[in-house]
């Protein structure tokens, strides 16, 4: 086995909690659409099976170091909002948690010496950067729009590349 029992347990706490994140992004996503807010909602929608293809990442990590994949029970996503802010402070906030528990993932395996562990997180670090700069910015968008100017935000996000 190429992997730590720690650090075995500590990626399947992670997949729970990136399929955690998938329904969150979809729970989001269809808030949006509820507004009529389709651009909005696409970008969310591409978050959530993103966050599947992270947890996908992870068992196949688990499965190729011999780990052990055991599925943790996925809590409840927040379905209502009280704004399309909320919505947004609610996936920054959720996006700087991720990156605390990657950044500790990434501990765990430098204190094991674990360098097959180290190099298959690093894509997992650098890809945080993207997840928080994304949402900081789409956030500070929706706060100079204000909530009489949401169809602000879907043009901003059409011209988005």
Do not use: C
Request: glycine share 4%.
């Amino acid at each position: 086995m190429l992997i730590s029992k720690e650090l075995n347990a500590a990626i399947n706490e992670e997949i729970g909690l990136e399929l955690f994140a998938a329904n969150q992004y979809t729970n989001t996503a269809a808030y949006f659409d509820s507004l009529a807010l389709k651009t909005l909602a696409k970008m969310f929608y591409k978050q959530a099976s993103e966050e599947r293809e992270h947890a996908d990442k992870f068992v196949h990590y688990l499965a190729e170091t011999g780990g052990t994949v055991q599925i943790p029970a996925v809590k409840p996503p927040q379905a209502a909002f009280k704004s399309v802010e909320e919505a947004v402070k609610l996936a920054l906030k959720w996006e700087l948690e991720v990156t605390q528990r990657i950044n500790g993932l990434m501990t765990l395996a430098i204190e094991q010496k674990d360098y097959i562990a180290q190099d298959f997180l690093r894509w997992f670090v650098t890809e945080q950067l993207e997840e928080v700069s994304t949402m900081d910015n789409l956030l500070k968008v929706v706060q100079q729009a204000g909530d009489r100017s949401l169809i602000m935000i879907e043009a901003y996000l059409s011209h988005q590349g």
